[in-house]
């Protein structure tokens, strides 16, 4: 290995042998000398890495072991040890530096060869010697003299072999070039910088002695909810920041439970594991005292544990509590994030599990955060990084510490820099500020290199105490990047006016956030702790008295208030198949909610359940829920919880929901009447109180009358038919209250309403995926409960936890004055307030300085290779006067963090807020103004105006005169129809013979898109919706064959396809039936052949149908159905698509699987990992892996190669994805690798009649109608 730098320091190897040794350093002596070349005798030696010595490394007194050395050389990585002495020949090693320990005797010892370039050291016991590699090296001892020397040998290895060499000339050009390919320790330059990250093991860990006990290792049996049970050894790291065990069959790389990942810890049997042990009388009631719950994930899952002891839970528990305390208190806000995310950078990147990043990795990682940096500049911070391990040609990997201080060297901050410039007296106008390197200008706390020769003790390199050296360097005329005590109170008064802080304040700031050792005992703060601590809760814009207190007047009706509601409380996730659990009410609760939601329905034994109705959820026992409530209910905050009851129960099983009702709530539920109220009454006269919200019942019905018992909780009622009393709570759908602000002729009719009655809106049913509205257009008409879905984290929870953070995020916020009833009852509502009114004169001046910005992220709409330039965009919500944007000028960096530096100016209403703006850190959100981050990318031009996010704005607007106009000539020309035959050979239902239309007629259908609506009740209407590819089953069609023109239709089939598809339907194998060329005509006959089935049990729903669409080869199923083909056009075009696919799909080895994602899936880095992977180790050149079909928000089809779906499918979760399902399909449809069939489909289709749809056929590419 060849260095240029003539003297070299070595703060790596001046440790390897110190820093876990036995003896202080303070008397350990250290001694260097160089080795050159020695070409007569064909030794390398080394001209730049030095022999270094340690004398007497465990003291004076002459007692060493082997197992000291052996364990001191294991502990700082160097194996494959051995015992013996030292060869009495010349050799050398070029794969491995050597150290060798003395343990008795001594030895005289020749270096280098037996010319003048060699040299001769004395080693006696207690002596180690580092030999770097090709430094040549013999005992001088003759054989008496050896018989009591001894050493402890050992090699740098690192998974490579160590080799012997003898100088022999033909060993001489290999082991140079093996020399220059070793890694060696981490050689630092002449500034010897100190790390930022210099915080001390011991900082900020607190010796509690249960903390202490927490690291034994202690056993435990844990239960999961199938009843199951595991005794696990369980105990808390080193490090004290995650709880880890073993006794599994885990991967090593899985990680434990990390205490930043914990939410809570519960005693007792009070999770929903618990529950279902009990249920299967696996544990009983006796053991709840030893019992304890770790709930992590967003208290979605839980890790259930049994102690032996009643103390030893009790331990634990006061261990875990501190622990979590001590997390949050430290941690909170911009540093528990960034940290968070930057392990999960680490883990994102690292594909192969090995714990460390290659230059590849990172690379990789930088281009997905948007970072671009020549390879050169990433090259220099991957080498000052990189403190543990380094080559001269290639600098391999980084493990997770050198990470973080690579983090560090890339997300400088020079913004902060220049506030400490300007207040420690540093020239600002420096002409390093811009590119000034984060890391501090004080020298490494490690021992200096001495000259060849010489020695010198650790006790007397260290003469100057680090506050002196800091005074020192302040008379440099250099930039200083950290404050003194004096210069930070300066700071917080001039600029963030606190007045009143104290000398002692700030040091007590500065023992909190400033992360180095250094910094803490001169009491400065540096760049990192300046950035921490005003990004902290307590630096907040908000006001701190309305974040911590109720300033609020809580002594008016509760109309007079918003209330923070939930929308389908029980449901975890999808409408459609999430898990129903109690939680998720735990979760609301503890978030300030004040009005949740519970669907019951009728369970088994006599017990009510709780799930969404006609869909797959998984249900939970009602009782479950309510005891949930109870313990939760008043934890947050102590006004009235509203308990939103769907009662979908039979009579029996409703005196058992009154009945735990109460036995469960007991003091707690308001049980007494308020019918004599004239006005409703307050949040403080109804403290700790749960009050039933429920559908009432219409005169002569019950609530459990089968006509009215369904899932719809909506109120028959317009803002103008409302009700007489002030205790009937009104419910609308979204589209409803939509409707009545959009379209009523007087908008004050939804405020009029609201002021005396709550008023709750809730999502419309198509959000199956979980949703939200967008709550502030509701909030300025008043509505009381804007009910929301708190499982989704998207832009409308941002702005709920925003609005409802003021007032000590109570869950309750007074009203504007403008919405409250006037004190003159002859005028209900001041008559100049219209939301929609955009002439307000009177407003504040809102002025925000964008400073800088980090971790901006892309859009989604921006695909993953591109790069953008950032912009940050300042969004307000409110009244239409108030809605307005504005966004900083388009930055030309590609860097973490980008200086802004733009002041923009506003002018809003504030309706909510007229006193403040709060802001929330979850995303980019805040309750009146919301920041959001946006990116422009490069591909288009740098002028053109960015596309606004989505509003409740986009509806139509044309004149409802208009539409029925329209709706009315459709109208005309259905009724022109001839009557629907029943020839199924032409379009299954829907005639081919149809009536000629005139010129006035056709151009009347080319107006319409070509699309022909019923003159029917559209209430009666249907859609059809055909299955494609993977829905093919053996035995399918036995159930619809005997239906009219069904066997016709399969001997059609069976002649143009030349093979007997009934029998190939019903008798299979599998094998054939899952092969393109079969499974494509089964679906498609027997799809049709169902439509005959309904036909003939439903007429009504095919012969009204409006609308048709089909997955994949199902769209050409519904193209027949629709009149664009005939059926046997159809067949022959599902022939040689089949075909045409199949063989596409047996040139290639590829697939389809379907994926199940969530918020926090991270789908394009799966599949960008799977390409990689292929291309590396499959060696596939131009591997495929995409989504091919949306088939609905959290489900995807992923189609491509086979190797990368497997890869997927076994790191999926890793990615975060929830489930996957290989689907049944030959082949990579809807992706490049069909790029072969593409070409004879062509064709195939310019042979084929194409005839304009008669009914509306959707297709499944853009979701718009064919129309030709």
């Known amino acids: 290995m060849l260095l240029k730098n003539g003297v070299v320091r070595l703060s790596n190897i001046l440790q390897i042998l110190l820093i876990q040794t036995f003896r202080t350093m303070s008397s350990v002596k250290i001694e260097t000398l160089t080795v050159k070349e020695n070409k007569n005798e064909y030794f390398p030696n080394n001209d730049y890495l030095p022999v270094i010595v340690y004398r007497q490394v465990f003291g004076n007194d002459g007692k060493v072991s082997p197992t000291q050395w052996e364990e001191l050389f294991k502990t700082n990585g160097f194996g494959h040890g051995w015992r013996w002495g030292i060869f009495n020949y010349h050799h050398y090693h070029s794969t491995a530096h050597e150290v060798l320990g003395c343990y008795s005797g001594h030895a005289k010892v020749r270096l280098g060869g037996e010319g003048e370039q060699g040299k001769t050291i004395e080693l006696n016991t207690g002596d180690c010697v580092f030999i770097p590699a090709g430094v040549s090296h013999k005992n001088l001892n003759d054989e008496t003299e050896n018989?009591?020397?001894?050493?402890?040998?050992?090699?740098?290895?690192?998974?490579?072999?160590?080799?012997?060499?003898?100088?022999?000339?033909?060993?001489?050009?290999?082991?140079?070039?093996?020399?220059?390919?070793?890694?060696?320790?981490?050689?630092?330059?002449?500034?010897?910088?100190?790390?930022?990250?210099?915080?001390?093991?011991?900082?900020?860990?607190?010796?509690n002695p249960v903390v202490q006990s927490l690291k034994k290792r202690t056993t435990f049996v844990k239960y999961k909810s199938n009843g199951r049970s595991y005794s696990r050894i369980y105990f808390l790291t080193t490090s004290e920041d995650a709880v880890?065990?073993?006794?599994?069959?885990?991967?090593?790389?899985?990680?434990?439970?990390?205490?930043?990942?914990?939410?809570?810890?519960?005693?007792?049997?009070?999770?929903?594991?618990?529950?279902?042990?009990?249920?299967?009388?696996?544990?009983?009631?006796?053991?709840?005292?030893?019992?304890?719950?770790?709930?992590?994930?967003?208290?979605?899952?839980?890790?259930?544990?049994?102690?032996?002891?009643?103390?030893?839970?009790?331990?634990?528990?006061?261990?875990?509590?501190?622990?979590?305390?001590?997390?949050?208190?430290?941690?909170?806000?911009?540093?528990?994030?960034?940290?968070?995310?930057?392990?999960?950078?680490?883990?994102?990147?690292?594909?192969?599990?090995?714990?460390?990043?290659?230059?590849?990795?990172?690379?990789?990682?930088?281009?997905?955060?948007?970072?671009?940096?020549?390879?050169?500049?990433?090259?220099?911070?991957?080498?000052?990084?990189?403190?543990?391990?380094?080559?001269?040609?290639?600098?391999?990997?980084?493990?997770?510490?050198?990470?973080?201080?690579?983090?560090k060297l890339i997300t400088n901050r020079p913004e902060l820099l220049k506030i400490i410039c300007q207040y420690n007296g540093t020239d600002k106008k420096h002409k390093e500020i811009a590119n000034y390197n984060i890391l501090s200008k004080l020298p490494i706390l490690t021992e200096t290199i001495l000259p060849e020769g010489q020695s010198s003790d650790f006790k007397q390199s260290r003469k100057k105490s680090p506050k002196k050296q800091r005074q020192e360097n302040?008379?440099?005329?250099?930039?200083?990047?950290?404050?003194?005590?004096?210069?930070?109170?300066?700071?917080?008064?001039?600029?963030?006016?606190?007045?009143?802080?104290?000398?002692?304040?700030?040091?007590?700031?500065?023992?909190?956030?400033?992360?180095?050792?250094?910094?803490?005992?001169?009491?400065?703060?540096?760049?990192?702790?300046?950035?921490?601590?005003?990004?902290?809760?307590?630096?907040c814009i908000m006001n701190p008295h309305h974040a911590n207190?109720?300033?609020?007047?809580?002594?008016?009706?509760?109309?007079?208030?918003?209330?923070?509601?939930?929308?389908?409380?029980?449901?975890?996730?999808?409408q459609v198949y999430g898990e129903c659990t109690p939680e998720t009410y735990v979760r609301a609760l503890r978030s300030g909610c004040r009005s949740v939601e519970i669907d019951c329905y009728d369970g088994d034994n006599h017990k009510p359940i709780v799930y969404h109705g006609k869909t797959f959820t998984k249900p939970v026992e009602f009782e479950d829920i309510l005891i949930a409530i109870k313990d939760n209910a008043f934890v947050y905050s102590p006004y009235p919880l509203f308990l939103n009851i769907e009662n979908h129960c039979s009579y029996e099983q409703q005196e058992v929901l009154a009945v735990l009702l109460k036995i469960i709530l007991k003091e707690y539920l308001l049980t007494e009447p308020i019918n004599d109220l004239s006005v409703l009454p307050s949040p403080e006269n109804l403290k700790y109180k749960i009050l039933i919200r429920s559908r009432r019942s219409p005169k002569g019905k019950t609530i459990a009358d089968p006509k009215i018992n369904n899932s719809n909780d909506e109120t028959s009622?317009?803002?103008?038919?409302?009700?007489?009393?002030?205790?009937?709570?009104?419910?609308?759908?979204?589209?409803?209250?939509?409707?009545?602000?959009?379209?009523?002729?007087?908008?004050?009719?939804?405020?009029?309403?609201?002021?005396?009655?709550?008023?709750?809106?809730?999502?419309?049913?198509?959000?199956?995926?979980?949703?939200?509205?967008?709550?502030?257009?509701?909030?300025l008409y008043g509505a009381q409960m804007v009910a929301l879905n708190f499982q989704a984290d998207?832009?409308?929870?941002?702005?709920?936890?925003?609005?409802?953070?003021?007032?000590?995020?109570?869950?309750?916020?007074?009203?504007?004055?403008?919405?409250?009833?006037?004190?003159?009852?002859?005028?209900?509502?001041?008559?100049?307030?219209?939301?929609?009114?955009?002439?307000?004169?009177?407003?504040?001046?809102?002025?925000?300085?964008?400073?800088?910005?980090?971790?901006?992220?892309?859009?989604?709409?921006?695909?993953?290779?591109?790069?953008?330039?950032?912009?940050?965009?300042?969004?307000?919500?409110?009244?239409?006067?108030?809605?307005?944007?504005?966004?900083?000028?388009?930055?030309?960096?590609?860097?973490y963090t980008v200086c802004l530096k733009c002041l923009l100016k506003l002018r809003p209403i504030l309706l909510f807020s007229p006193t403040s703006v709060s802001i929330v850190r979850s995303f980019h959100c805040?309750?009146?103004?919301?920041?959001?981050?946006?990116?422009?990318?490069?591909?288009?031009?740098?002028?053109?105006?960015?596309?606004?996010?989505?509003?409740?704005?986009?509806i139509d607007e044309s004149p409802v005169q208009e539409q029925f106009a329209r709706l009315e000539k459709q109208k005309k020309l259905f009724s022109n129809r001839k009557e629907i035959s029943d020839d199924f050979v032409d379009n299954f239902g829907i005639s081919s013979n149809k009536q000629e239309l005139n010129e006035e007629q056709q151009q009347d259908m080319d107006d319409t898109d070509r699309v022909i609506r019923p003159n029917i009740d559209p209430s009666t209407t249907s859609v059809l919706l055909f299955p494609g590819q993977g829905t093919q089953f053996v035995g399918m069609g036995k159930l619809v064959v005997d239906y009219p023109s069904v066997k016709e239709m399969f001997n059609i089939a069976n002649s143009i396809l030349g093979y007997d598809l009934y029998k190939k339907c019903t008798e299979g194998p599998k094998e054939d039936l899952d092969q393109t060329i079969y499974a494509q005509p089964a679906i498609y006959v027997t799809s049709l052949a169902a439509v005959q089935r309904l036909k003939s049990e439903n007429q009504q729903a095919v012969e009204n149908c409006v609308v048709t669409a089909g997955f994949s080869v199902g769209e050409i199923t519904a193209l027949t159905f629709?009149?664009?083909?005939?059926?046997?056009?159809?067949?022959?075009?599902?022939?040689?698509?089949?075909?045409?696919?199949?063989?596409?799909?047996?040139?290639?080895?590829?697939?389809?699987?379907?994926?199940?994602?969530?918020?926090?899936?991270?789908?394009?880095?799966?599949?960008?990992?799977?390409?990689?992977?292929?291309?590396?180790?499959?060696?596939?050149?131009?591997?495929?892996?995409?989504?091919?079909?949306?088939?609905?928000?959290?489900?995807?089809?992923?189609?491509?190669?086979?190797?990368?779906?497997?890869?997927?499918?076994?790191?999926?979760?890793?990615?975060?994805?929830?489930?996957?399902?290989?689907?049944?399909?030959?082949?990579?449809?809807?992706?490049?690798?069909?790029?072969?069939?593409?070409?004879?489909?062509?064709?195939?289709?310019?042979?084929?009649?194409?005839?304009?749809?008669?009914?509306?056929?959707?297709?499944?590419?853009?979701?718009?109608?064919?129309?030709?």
């Not at 050493?151 to 012997?164: E, F, I, N, S």
């Not at 038919?721 to 009523?744: M, N």
């Not at 805040?926 to 105006?945: C, F, G, I, M, P």
């Open 549 to 574: 207190e109720v300033y609020h007047d809580m002594t008016r009706p509760l109309s007079d208030y918003f209330i923070a509601t939930s929308h389908n409380t029980y449901i975890s996730d999808s």
């Open 244 to 407: 880890d065990y073993f006794g599994s069959k885990r991967n090593e790389t899985e990680r434990a439970y990390l205490i930043r990942d914990i939410e809570e810890v519960r005693i007792g049997f009070n999770t929903t594991v618990w529950k279902e042990c009990l249920k299967k009388k696996v544990v009983n009631f006796k053991q709840d005292a030893l019992a304890f719950s770790i709930l992590y994930d967003n208290n979605r899952l839980s890790l259930d544990l049994l102690a032996d002891t009643r103390e030893l839970r009790d331990l634990w528990l006061t261990g875990l509590e501190f622990l979590i305390k001590r997390y949050r208190f430290h941690l909170r806000s911009y540093r528990e994030i960034t940290d968070t995310w930057m392990w999960e950078l680490f883990d994102r990147a690292d594909l192969h599990r090995s714990k460390q990043l290659n230059r590849s990795e990172i690379r990789r990682l930088l281009h997905i955060l948007n970072i671009v940096l020549p390879n050169d500049d990433i090259d220099y911070y991957f080498n000052l990084a990189n403190t543990k391990t380094e080559t001269f040609h290639e600098i391999t990997h980084l493990d997770r510490e050198e990470f973080i201080l690579f983090y």
């Open 926 to 954: 805040s309750s009146v103004l919301l920041t959001r981050s946006a990116r422009h990318s490069q591909r288009y031009d740098k002028n053109e105006s960015y596309e606004d996010f989505e509003s409740t704005e986009n």
């Open 794 to 895: 998207d832009e409308s929870m941002s702005l709920h936890y925003g609005f409802f953070r003021d007032n000590c995020a109570c869950g309750y916020l007074l009203k504007p004055s403008i919405l409250l009833p006037t004190a003159d009852e002859t005028e209900t509502i001041k008559p100049t307030f219209d939301p929609k009114d955009r002439s307000f004169s009177k407003g504040k001046k809102l002025t925000i300085r964008i400073i800088s910005g980090q971790h901006l992220p892309k859009e989604k709409s921006i695909e993953d290779k591109d790069i953008i330039d950032p912009f940050v965009r300042v969004y307000i919500y409110g009244l239409d006067c108030d809605c307005h944007d504005e966004r900083t000028p388009l930055m030309l960096s590609h860097t």
């Open 717 to 779: 009622l317009t803002p103008k038919s409302s009700p007489k009393h002030c205790y009937h709570s009104i419910s609308f759908k979204e589209s409803k209250a939509t409707e009545f602000i959009k379209y009523s002729s007087d908008s004050s009719d939804l405020i009029r309403l609201t002021e005396r009655q709550i008023v709750r809106i809730y999502p419309s049913s198509y959000r199956q995926d979980s949703s939200n509205l967008h709550p502030v257009l509701f909030w």
């Open 147 to 207: 018989k009591n020397f001894s050493v402890v040998g050992a090699y740098d290895l690192k998974g490579k072999k160590y080799d012997m060499n003898y100088g022999k000339k033909e060993e001489y050009d290999k082991a140079i070039e093996n020399i220059k390919n070793l890694k060696i320790f981490l050689i630092m330059d002449e500034k010897q910088w100190q790390r930022l990250t210099d915080v001390g093991e011991e900082c900020g860990k607190d010796k």
């Open 474 to 539: 302040r008379n440099d005329k250099e930039i200083n990047n950290f404050l003194t005590i004096e210069q930070l109170k300066d700071f917080l008064q001039n600029e963030q006016h606190m007045k009143t802080i104290s000398i002692d304040d700030c040091s007590k700031l500065i023992k909190r956030f400033e992360p180095s050792i250094e910094g803490k005992q001169c009491e400065e703060m540096g760049i990192d702790g300046l950035r921490l601590m005003l990004l902290h809760d307590e630096f």
């Open 1122 to 1268: 629709g009149g664009c083909l005939s059926y046997e056009d159809g067949l022959r075009l599902i022939k040689a698509r089949a075909e045409a696919m199949q063989t596409a799909s047996n040139e290639v080895n590829s697939g389809m699987m379907s994926v199940f994602i969530g918020h926090e899936t991270k789908l394009g880095l799966a599949m960008e990992a799977a390409r990689e992977w292929c291309q590396k180790y499959m060696k596939i050149d131009e591997p495929v892996v995409q989504v091919a079909n949306h088939l609905y928000g959290e489900c995807k089809v992923l189609a491509g190669h086979k190797e990368a779906l497997q890869f997927i499918a076994h790191n999926y979760k890793e990615f975060n994805i929830r489930r996957i399902k290989y689907l049944p399909v030959s082949g990579a449809f809807h992706t490049p690798l069909m790029q072969s069939a593409k070409l004879k489909l062509i064709n195939v289709l310019d042979k084929i009649n194409m005839k304009p749809p008669i009914i509306q056929v959707m297709s499944n590419i853009s979701g718009k109608a064919h129309s030709k």
